[in-house]
Nanobody
């Protein structure tokens, strides 16, 4: 099973940018659907964005459309989340997740479909 390690979180001001990285172990990285979820204090974990195997398709939640961009580098076994124009409501613990559920054309937003998770990286946006 793939193992995931996130990095890149931090404390920024509203309007700033951050790039999160998630490095994965394993030899079949390109076959995994990858996603970022986030969880704010007192709230449930929510889907942020996902990218299909081989990077053919991506899916974004409405709150981050136009501001966040997901990408993957299969040669480096890494997935990235570029976050621009950050808002205080983006403050959360961000998790990288992976699953073999999906296809080149489909990205699941269901938390239950993902069976590999990183430890999370904190993003805090001050107003």
């Amino acid at each position: 099973q793939v193992q995931l390690v996130e990095s890149g979180g931090g404390l920024v001001q509203a309007g700033d940018s951050l790039r999160l990285s998630c490095a994965a172990s394993g030899h079949t990285f390109s076959t995994y659907t990858l996603a970022w979820f986030r969880q704010a204090p007192g709230k449930e974990r929510e889907f942020v964005v996902g990218i299909s195997r081989y990077g053919i398709t991506s899916s974004y939640s409405d709150p981050v459309k136009g501001r966040f961009t997901i990408s993957r580098d299969n040669a480096k076994n890494t997935v990235y989340l570029q976050m621009n124009t950050l808002k205080p409501e983006d403050t959360a613990l961000y998790y990288c997740a992976a699953t073999l559920v999906g296809s080149r054309w489909y990205v699941s937003s269901r938390h239950a479909d993902y069976d590999a998770w990183g430890q999370g990286t904190q993003v805090t946006v001050s107003s």
